[in-house]
């Protein structure tokens, strides 16, 4: 089973993209995260989103430090879609961005510093790139 990654594309600076990651599977039980891997470097965590919480309706939600108050990551059930509306776009957000399921269910393992170990299932990405 892969999660399909989509959205992508080149902008210049400053611009914006909104990603979406979709899936053949119930995506509304697992934390979802969203990686990026650019050239010649390992993939990292970027942001990530727990379930909906039964009681509250919330989620949580938690990002890489460099793209804390540009990126926002949301979950619509009905559509079965995750998105990454990504803001202010800069050069060095250029990468394959891919989305993936949490090995641990409902929780972001990590928080803020996602380790692609904790995730499970993962699928082609899309390439961002960002011109100066």
């Known amino acids: 089973v892969q999660l399909q990654a989509s959205g992508g594309g080149l902008v210049q600076a400053g611009d914006s993209l909104r990603l979406s990651c979709a899936a053949p599977i119930t995506l509304e039980y697992y934390a979802i995260g969203w990686f990026r891997q650019a050239p010649g470097n390992e993939r990292e965590g970027v942001s990530c989103?727990?379930?909906?919480?039964?009681?509250?309706?919330?989620?949580?939600?938690y990002y890489k430090d460099s793209v804390k108050g540009r990126f926002t990551i949301s979950r619509d059930n009905a559509k079965n879609t995750v998105y990454l509306q990504m803001n202010d776009l800069k050069p060095e957000d250029t990468a394959v961005y891919y989305c993936?399921?949490?090995?641990?269910?409902?929780?972001?393992?990590?928080?803020?510093?996602?380790?692609?170990?904790?995730?499970?299932?993962w699928g082609q990405g899309t390439l961002v790139t960002v011109s100066s």
């Open positions: 989103i727990s379930t909906v919480d039964v009681a509250t309706t919330n989620v949580s939600t």
């Open positions: 993936a399921t949490s090995a641990f269910g409902p929780r972001c393992r990590g928080g803020n510093l996602l380790q692609k170990i904790d995730f499970s299932r």
